[in-house]
């Protein structure tokens, strides 16, 4: 026992002397106050804030708005396409929670060689030149900023 008292002695009076000075700093200092223990006074200094009843109801808007759907792109026409110059805005429609429709923007469209294409009219006119498999990327931004991107694979076949 003497030997353990010894060997863990001084381990023993730290562990003491910390857990005396954590009690006083905790419970024992007072500021000017008349608050006690560092708790109550950085609690005592802390600043409080009232709440704006005006913060609530744009909350409230905030969720309302939260709750409405992101637009919804599809194609419209069922089968495939013949060659030639197409609109995709013939093709593909995009609609917002309210179902308003909304105007499309085609990213990128490739042929089936995966050649990207450019559009003719500098916006959604495209030639279809061979048969095959294009891709296209279309996205779509409702008025509150909500977006929808796609990619769409349209089958094209030759003029008959």
């Known amino acids: 026992m003497e030997q353990m008292l010894h060997t863990y002695g001084k381990t023993l009076l730290a562990i003491l002397m910390t857990g005396i000075l954590l009690a006083w700093i ?3 200092i007072e500021d000017d106050k008349g608050n006690q223990g560092i708790l ?3 609690g005592a200094n802390v600043r409080r804030v009232e709440a704006h009843p005006e913060g609530y109801r744009e909350f409230d808007g905030y969720l309302s708005e ?6 919804v792109i599809t194609y419209c026409l069922s089968g495939s396409l013949r060659t030639g110059a197409i609109d995709l805005c013939d ?3 995009a609609v917002d929670y309210a179902g308003n429709e909304l105007p499309i923007t085609v990213t990128n469209c490739t042929n ?4 990207p294409l450019t559009p003719y009219d500098g916006q959604t006119g495209y030639i ?3 048969p095959g498999i294009y891709t296209v990327e279309v996205s779509a931004i409702d008025e509150g900023r909500r977006k929808t991107a796609c990619r ?3 089958p094209v076949q030759r003029n008959l």
């Open 40 to 42: 109550r006074i950085a």
């Open 66 to 71: 939260g709750v409405c759907e992101k637009p």
């Open 112 to 115: 089936p060689a995966a050649m």
């Open 128 to 130: 279809f030149e061979e």
């Open 152 to 154: 769409i694979q349209i």
């Open 91 to 93: 093709c593909i429609r």
């Open 26 to 28: 905790f419970w024992g």
